[in-house]
């Protein structure tokens, strides 16, 4: 088969099981053993090493695949020479952080994840001392994995607790920063957190971090790992999944509900009276609590944030807003550059969860992520706070709609781009404002008439062209709507039936 096909991004994603009507498997063991020897030789050329020089730790979330996916990756390493380490249930950002422990310092890592993706799907995510690798190195790899035929080899990996190092590692930095208030070794004694791991990799953050430091964790729920996914998908955009994670803060009358997606690289929260900290709220919230250590710097974020988040970063925590592009990659990378140039970016950060930060090796994890919440819960409380004292000054989300535009030209990106062109004249033509945008074409309202913003983009992958809106006034989205089909009028192979 043609394993180009596997590639998303820079990730690889497939069908690992039967069983879903209309799909077939294409990420086998067999492919997965290929691989994985690819892997080694793609390394070792980058390091100009022998693979028998290389170390290498392979990981997994709760999906059922995994485990089988996870000898068949490692075995395709070892019959290219690599030393191999099995690190079992794992999360995607322990993954790379065992590159950088000393006490695993590998040369390279695997994880084994789809995210979010149904349960019959799988994965293969891979990192260097650079963190995870790029969409050209996953090219080089898959192609090379086409001509592999791995030999068969003794199975012959140690073992790693990985997670128990990791949560270690996060459980230091909570204790660290709290130590000023002078609670000992159990400063989150009288908070009440609730997780919701949606039967994912991340369980371990009640019983190896929030415990063991005195919070009451009663109300946590789904930690065990099932990759049937029996409860809610583990993905925090998705409504199920916050409406679960919500009932439980509220039912427990918890000070703070945490819930991650299966692999533990994303996470969203809900506050004591039951609001949801997701999308523009939780960038603007870790935006908050990083302020004070880096005023004056640049949060980057994916291109359909609000510009409700751009008047709260700017106007009100006197920082800069940089809206990038969307995917996580390229929020991260941005995020590099600005900082090799001598411009503080100490967070990069999509609507979806995917959050890096500098001071963590431009990382993006969930689990730390939620750490630096846990440790403002605290502070706060000490002070006689709320958590949500910190995005009091956010303006409320008023009305949105996201519409999606269906594209019927088998050439859609360059039927697209025209599309764009021509939004973008016409909006030129009716003087609206237009801020710069580094994805699509992107208005802002700022009129007595109609308040708010829109931004037509062009999908990726796909054939489509989303259009999100949002109204800053109550009773402005559907005059919004009326001005984005007038500016979309005209193109007879774009389907906007979605606007009615």
Request: proline fraction near 5%; include cysteine.
């Amino acid at each position: 088969m043609d394993l180009m096909k596997l590639q998303n991004g820079s990730d690889i994603r497939g069908v690992a099981l039967e069983g879903v009507e209309g799909e077939s498997v294409n990420l086998t063991p067999q492919i997965a053993k290929q691989i994985g020897c690819a892997y080694v030789s793609w390394l070792a050329k980058k390091l100009d090493v022998d693979a028998v020089a290389l170390r290498i730790g392979v990981g997994r979330d709760s999906r059922i695949s995994g485990p089988e996916l996870a000898d068949a990756l490692m075995e395709g390493m070892l019959s290219a020479g690599a030393q191999v380490t099995d690190c079992g249930m794992a999360t995607t950002p322990a993954m790379f952080m065992s590159i950088v422990f000393p006490e695993t310092n590998f040369n390279g890592s695997a994880m084994i994840t789809a995210s979010h993706l149904p349960f019959n799907r799988n994965g293969i995510k891979f990192f260097d001392d650079d963190g995870g690798l790029e969409h050209e190195d996953i090219t080089e790899i898959l192609n090379l994995a086409g001509f592999l035929n791995p030999a068969p080899v003794n199975f012959d990996v140690q073992k790693c607790d990985l997670i128990t190092l990791y949560a270690d590692y996060l459980r230091g930095k909570i204790a660290d920063a709290l130590k000023p208030l002078g609670k000992g070794e159990k400063p989150l004694e009288g908070l009440h957190i609730v997780v919701d791991s949606g039967n994912g990799a991340s369980g371990f953050f009640v019983d190896k971090i929030l415990q063991p430091l005195g919070a009451d964790t009663k109300g946590s729920q789904f930690l065990e790992p099932d990759g049937n996914f029996p409860n809610h998908i583990p993905n925090p955009e998705n409504k199920q999944a916050m409406e679960a994670i919500r009932s439980a803060v509220l039912n427990n009358k918890a000070d703070l509900g945490l819930i991650f997606d299966t692999d533990v690289d994303r996470m969203s929260a809900v506050l004591s009276d039951g609001s949801e900290i997701n999308r523009d709220s939780i960038i603007a919230m870790i935006a908050a609590i990083l302020a004070p250590e880096y005023p004056g710097s640049t949060i980057i974020t994916d291109s359909v944030t609000s510009d409700r988040l751009t008047y709260f970063l700017q106007d009100v925590l006197g920082l800069k807003h940089l809206c990038y592009m969307r995917g996580y990659k390229n929020v991260i990378n941005k995020q590099k550059e600005l900082n090799a140039k001598g411009i503080v970016a100490p967070l990069a950060m999509e609507t979806s969860g995917h959050g890096a930060l500098k001071d963590n090796y431009f990382l993006d994890d969930g689990a730390f992520l939620a750490v630096k919440l846990v440790i403002a819960l605290a502070q706060a409380a000490a002070q006689g706070k709320k958590l949500d004292s910190l995005i009091e000054k956010l303006p409320p989300l008023v009305e949105e709609g996201e519409y999606r535009f269906k594209i019927n030209d088998e050439d859609f990106k360059t039927y697209g781009k025209r599309v764009l062109a021509e939004f973008k004249l016409r909006a030129l033509e009716a003087e609206y404002d237009m801020p710069e945008s580094f994805e699509g074409v992107r208005i802002s309202f700022k009129g007595d008439d109609v308040q708010g913003w829109m931004l037509l983009r062009l999908s990726l992958h796909d054939p489509v062209m989303p259009l999100n809106i949002e109204a800053a006034r109550k009773g402005d989205l559907p005059k919004l709507v009326e001005i984005a089909r007038k500016l979309t009028d005209g193109f007879d192979r774009l389907d906007r039936s979605c606007l009615k």
